[in-house]
């Protein structure tokens, strides 16, 4: 995955596109351990949206809030926190986790107890 800080030059940029209408997506899950998201500390995607948020006129701002999950990051907290990042961008989307074998496999080996669709069917 590439981080790249969204600059004020670069919102100049976008913004003096005539022909063109950008929506930025910005990516963010506010999960805060490191095993499962080695980025989130780093702060790049919130300064990012705060300036494109600060610097745009024609310039759409999505916030995709993903995955939100049991346990890691579904907190009375952590949900103000994101709500909070999106306050001032165009639509907020969020969607569930959904993982295969090996996800939840590489999951276990960090130390998190995750269900996959195969034990989720067989405990129905």
């Known amino acids: 995955m590439i ?5 004020e030059e670069d919102m100049v940029r976008l913004e ?3 022909h063109l209408r950008v929506t930025l997506l910005f990516t963010y899950s506010g999960v805060a351990d490191d ?6 500390k780093s702060g790049i995607t919130v300064r990012s949206i705060q300036v494109a948020a600060a ?5 759409g701002i999505v916030l995709h809030w993903r995955p939100i999950v049991p346990g890691w990051n579904d907190s009375p907290e952590t949900m103000a ?4 990042v999106g306050r001032d961008v165009d639509a907020l989307v969020f969607t569930g986790y959904y993982h295969k074998e ?3 496999e590489h999951l276990r080996n960090l130390g998190w107890r ?3 669709p ?3 069917r067989a405990a129905r």
């Not at 981080?3 to 600059?7: A, K, L, R, S, Y």
């Open 3 to 7: 981080e790249v800080d969204v600059t």
């Open 16 to 18: 003096n596109l005539r």
């Open 35 to 40: 095993r499962v998201e080695p980025i989130s």
């Open 55 to 59: 610097h745009r006129r024609r310039t």
């Open 81 to 84: 926190q994101v709500l909070e």
């Open 102 to 104: 090996q996800n939840a």
């Open 114 to 116: 995750c269900r996959t």
């Open 118 to 120: 195969t034990a989720t």
